[in-house]
């Protein structure tokens, strides 16, 4: 069984998409909803902007794409994809690769957490991307301090800049959760070892820690570019008050002057 997992967006309306998907609803709270689609196949969506196919078609999952559109909030530009298959063999001992895993069992629970791991490798790709652009301008701004001793931004330039990242930071925060092993595989082993294997082949906690780690470089850059922008804008201050003591004193003189 095919599955290919998209991020397509920041965030998804969840809640209007549920009202007018054509799709069997399996499951459903806040942050997803599960649907079984024309008897064989499946469709898995995420708040966090993440959308999971499982046995259908490429071109039923380009008229789904496009049918998601209106619900996607930050759409992306270029959509990120990922592509797995699930084999079943009896005989066999799971056994998961780096495209595809083979499984003794396959049911509906092991197709729903394999759906749900790829909507979490794609979903860090999008982060991992986030970060990456976010440290390549850091470092044009550090490559000027280096070269030049200054920063050659403007204060409102800086401000969106540091909005940019802040705004990335905290939609990963928001979504912490969702790297977290689910519900369904504390209770039942064959899940959870299903769960472990996917998490290793897609290395969900190394790919996160990378990320975050990155985040705390650029937070660490932020830091000091505030502090060098606050250091300038007192300098200016300075100067000016130095300025208007001198036009005060200058005043005075001619004053003076005058009176004589």
Known sequence: MKVSAFYIAEQLDLRRLKETYAGHLLHENPSEVFFRVDGSGYFYAFDYGAVVFADISDVEISQNLAFLQPYCQFPLKEKIRDDFEIMQDANSPLNAGFDSMTV?????????????????????????????????????????????????????????????????????????????????????????????NLARTFEIQSRFKETEYTFKAIDNNLAVFRELYFHRESSQLEWIIIALICIEVFDMIISKFNLL
């Open 104 to 196: 003794p069992r396959l049911d509906e629970t092991v197709l729903k957490i394999t759906m749900l791991t790829l909507a979490h490798s794609v979903s860090l790709d999008f982060y991992a991307q986030k970060a990456d652009s976010l440290l390549s301008e850091v470092n044009h701004f550090t490559t000027q301090m280096e070269r030049s001793g200054t920063i050659n931004i403007s204060r409102k330039n800086m401000v969106r800049f540091i909005g940019r990242t802040l705004n990335s930071q905290n939609r990963i925060v928001d979504n912490l959760f969702i790297f977290d092993s689910p519900e369904s595989v504390w209770e039942d082993e064959y899940l959870d070892r299903i769960h472990r």
